[in-house]
């Protein structure tokens, strides 16, 4: 098993940390990917914010995010609306919610833990500065297989219930974090109907 490392995210990895995302996310529009441009600005604006796993000076793994203000009675939003230009326009320090712009292991590197670790790492950051949790459009890939028999809802559900496993939702609720709804039209991701859903984690210091 490798020895894997982590570090707040810096610009010189872009290349390598572009080249997860779009390994990451096989099927999704290259529009809705971290681009360089992208990972150089979020490591311009919340450098804090973002980690990176590292077997040796090997960029392996990544979570990054944006601290925004999320209204949770209106959640059906974009990737891109939310997140603003170069994918981190809308961050503001003043805001109360973590906002996951992107967590994504390099395929050679998955079921080692190494999505836990960073998701340890982002959590600490919320503790540390006081904000209300992590919320994210989580991607739902395993709903490619089902997309014919049942709405990306039902599919949710079924997820939730532990009746139906999505390789990265089931991920997420072991991770601490709630399912609330399927969203319509978060990215381009035919394979999917461009279904996500969204997903928070709870600070528990402000419980
Ligand atoms: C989702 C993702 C980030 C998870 O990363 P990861 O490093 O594989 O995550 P972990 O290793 O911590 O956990 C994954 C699974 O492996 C299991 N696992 C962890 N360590 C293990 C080990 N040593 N042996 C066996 N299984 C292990 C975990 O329990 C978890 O199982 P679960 O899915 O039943 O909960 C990764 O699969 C990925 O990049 N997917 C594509 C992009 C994506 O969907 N990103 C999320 C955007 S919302």
């Known amino acids: 098993m490798p020895e894997i490392t982590y570090a707040p995210i810096e610009a010189r990895w872009a290349t390598e940390l572009a080249a997860i995302e779009r390994a990451a996310f096989p099927t999704a529009g290259i529009q809705d990917l971290l681009e360089v441009a992208d990972i150089l600005a979020l490591c311009k604006t919340f450098p804090g914010g973002g980690f990176v796993a590292l077997d040796g000076d090997t ?14 009675d209106d959640p059906h939003h974009s990737l891109d609306d939310l997140t603003g230009e170069l994918s981190c326009g809308n961050h503001s320090d003043d805001s109360d919610w973590y906002y ?4 994504a292991v390099d ?3 998955r079921r080692l833990g190494i999505g836990h670790q960073l998701y340890i790492r982002r959590k600490d950051v919320v503790r540390r500065l006081g904000k209300k949790g992590i919320v994210a459009g989580g991607v739902i890939p395993g709903y490619k297989d089902h997309i014919h028999a049942m709405s990306a809802d039902e599919y949710v559900d079924k997820v939730r219930a532990g009746e139906l496993y999505d390789p ?3 991920f997420q609720i072991e ?3 709630e399912a609330i709804c ?3 039209d978060y990215m381009d991701d035919p394979a ?3 279904n996500a859903v969204l997903i928070v984690w709870r600070n528990p210091d402000l419980a």
């Open 107 to 109: 395929p050679a590197y």
């Open 192 to 194: 999917v109907g461009d």
């Open 168 to 170: 990265t939702l089931s």
């Open 100 to 103: 996951g712009v992107t967590i």
């Open 59 to 72: 960029p392996v793994g990544m979570g990054v995010g944006i601290l925004i203000d999320f209204d949770f």
């Open 175 to 177: 991770n601490g974090f």
């Open 182 to 184: 399927a969203i319509p």
